[in-house]
């Protein structure tokens, strides 16, 4: 009876874990889609309220934390409900730092803001709702330990290094052609950075994912979508 209720415990500790995580994804996405709205629109005050915002992706993320390491020091765990909690204190860390990546591309509007629209702006959009998907993705893939999600989060991952290949070139022979642009237009491409590390973290908690729901480290042919 006791081991059924320490098992009902866990249940109900790991569920908000996932919720809490869900929902610090669910801001650091709205958090993106802000941010690349108001660069696209010069929204200054739109800026402010995603840097703003940052604020509470930290406080849950603080949340999380206290929540695993409580979780942690009062039960004995067996090996995969310990993986999954170390897996929800690692995820937390990384949503953060998305957040903090949307939160210094709302840094940049101010000094990208002009009468003249600069037209590479209109190419980021794509990128960033690329990213937004995999963050979003790769949450569900943890809330449904689902490693084959996880899997298609990673391949994804090289489409985004191609937009940002490609939008690197865009902005580079903007500069170029339009040599008064070239401080908004190196901003521009901090801004394509930002995205193409957020992706580059949501591949990383695909892995933690896998590893938490299989104890295997993810294949390499899986993450770079080549054969071994």
Avoid: W
């Amino acid at each position: 009876m006791a081991t059924d209720f320490a098992a009902q415990t866990f249940d109900h500790d790991i569920g908000r874990l996932r919720g809490m995580l869900s929902q610090m994804g669910g801001l650091a996405e709205r958090a993106i889609h802000d941010a690349i709205n108001a660069l696209q629109r010069a929204d200054t005050d739109l800026a402010t309220q995603v840097r703003e915002s940052d604020r509470s992706i930290d406080a849950l993320q603080a949340e999380v934390e206290s929540l695993a390491v409580g979780i942690i020091a009062e039960r004995t765990l067996v090996d995969g409900d310990l993986r999954d909690v170390v897996a929800a204190l690692k995820i937390a860390g990384v949503i953060e730092r998305i957040g903090d990546y949307a939160k210094n591309i709302a840094k940049r509007v101010p000094l990208i803001e002009s009468e003249h629209p600069i037209e590479p702006i209109t190419v980021i959009p794509s990128m960033a709702r690329l990213a937004a998907e995999m963050v979003h993705d790769v949450l569900d893939a943890f809330a449904a330990r689902d490693a084959q999600a996880a899997v298609l989060v990673c391949d994804r991952d090289r489409l985004l290094d191609d937009f940002y290949d490609g939008i690197f070139r865009i902005l580079v022979t903007h500069m170029v052609e339009n040599p008064a642009t070239i401080g908004q237009v190196a901003h521009l491409l901090f801004v394509a950075k930002n995205l193409e590390r957020i992706g580059d973290h949501a591949t990383n908690v695909a892995e933690m994912v896998y590893f938490a729901a299989t104890g295997r480290q993810m294949p390499e042919r899986a993450k770079t979508g080549e054969a071994q």
